[in-house]
């Protein structure tokens, strides 16, 4: 099975990028539907982007969409999330997850992933 190890977090200034990477053990990474989850303390996990086996499909939450952006290598059984223009309510630990359902319109929802890694924290100051 796949594990995940997410790096990349910080802590930056309001307006500030970072770029998270997530990192998988498994050869068949290019087989499963990936995405960024985050939770912040006493909320929730909620869907940040997602992105489709080949890459060629991402969705995003509205909160982040524009600021954003999900890709992965496949090739280097890695993803990433671009981080740009962060604001203060970005604060959380995030995740990365992998699943294998991919299912259409669901892929922001975090029971459709089976495999999490432990999460990387963001801290965005004002």
């Known amino acids: 099975q796949v594990q995940l190890v997410e790096s990349g977090g910080g802590s930056v200034q309001a307006g500030g990028s970072l770029r998270l990477s997530c990192a998988a053990s498994?050869?068949?990474?290019?087989?499963?539907?990936m995405g960024w989850f985050r939770q912040a303390p006493g909320k929730g996990r909620e869907g940040v982007a997602a992105?489709?086996?080949?890459?060629?499909?991402?969705y995003y939450a509205d909160s982040v969409k524009g600021r954003f952006t999900i890709s992965r290598d496949n090739a280097k059984n890695t993803l990433y999330l671009q981080m740009n223009s962060l604001k203060p309510e970005d604060t959380a630990t995030y995740y990365c997850?992998?699943?294998?359902?991919?299912?259409?319109?669901?892929?922001?929802?975090?029971?459709?992933?089976?495999?999490w890694g432990r999460g990387t924290q963001v801290t965005v100051s004002s």
């Open positions: 997850a992998a699943g294998s359902l991919c299912r259409m319109g669901r892929l922001l929802i975090p029971p459709e992933y089976n495999i």
């Open positions: 498994e050869y068949k990474f290019s087989t499963y539907c």
């Open positions: 992105i489709y086996t080949g890459g060629g499909s991402t």
